[in-house]
């Protein structure tokens, strides 16, 4: 069952057309992230989904609802974390997460028990020293957590986090990394996350969907994306104390040939498949000097799920 449906969604700020028909849809559970240069659109696909912004066109669904329309039921069974939050300063991180977790209590189901337990919620995140500090008195890193916590306390159905990381320690990213992971796993919550640490993508999300050009131009597990852009591995190898590399897309026949060629005379030889970053910035690069892809990566769109 898709729990996010987006279809020919188009958004127009003033003269300039940020989307252009950007079509996916989300299964329930699913981990997706949503990538993009700067500006191509991802916090507003965002904010339109969590019905913050309306567009210019297109259909767009979320939980069956379009979000426009969402009443606060709907609004309960989301979890929303934005770029940037400096609010409530002089709350007390335990009094605001418990605070917040009251309005979701109406909203509690035989499935979903609401809100989540705030302590649980800060050992979670990792702020349980800092459960009785002032919220203006918080670094930026543990800000961030914190809002990942508020995103948290309704135990939504889908959680929307735009950047989520930013500002995170290896400790608190890797310590957010396994947070979503249970929540998936676990709760079955649907996650749409947008992020420009692309190692944090491939390795959190099932799927990915880069944004480029005001539209979706791959959709894909990484290893899917690699495979649909030429050369997906690099071959580097030495004869005869010279140096070689070459991208290709065929490794292992590759390597044979040139075993036939070489033999004993190859040494240090190196296959290394294509990485998220080097397909992200491929796909990125052809589209800014070509204004779209090639054909052999173009119409991902067909095969959007
Ligand atoms: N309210 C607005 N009014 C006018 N233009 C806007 C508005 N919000 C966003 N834009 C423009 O729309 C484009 C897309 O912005 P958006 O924030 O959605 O991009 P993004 O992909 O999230 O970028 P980043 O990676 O930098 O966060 C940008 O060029 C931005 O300047």
Known sequence: MHVIEVHQLKMRYGRVDVLKGVNFNVRRGEVLALLGPNGAGKTTTIEIL?????????????????????????????????????????????????????????????????????????????LQEQSNQKVSSLSGGQRRRLDVAIGLIGNPEILFLDEPTTGFDPQARRDFHEVIRRLSVFEDTTILLTTHDLHEAEKLSDRILILADGRIVANGSAEQLAEQVAGASDVRWMVNNERFRQEVTDAPSFVQKLFEEHGDAITDLEVRKASLEDTYIKMVQQIKSNGSLDDTLANFEEGAE
């Open 50 to 126: 969590e019905g913050f912004r309306i567009p210019s066109g297109g259909e767009v669904n979320v939980l069956g609802v379009s979000p426009k329309e969402g009443d606060e039921s709907w609004r309960a069974q989301l979890g929303v974390v934005m770029q940037s939050w400096r609010d409530h300063p002089k709350w007390k991180v335990h009094e605001l997460l418990e605070h917040l977790g009251r309005y979701y209590e109406p909203y509690a189901t035989t499935n979903r028990s609401r809100p989540m337990d705030a302590g649980e919620l800060m050992e979670k995140v990792g």
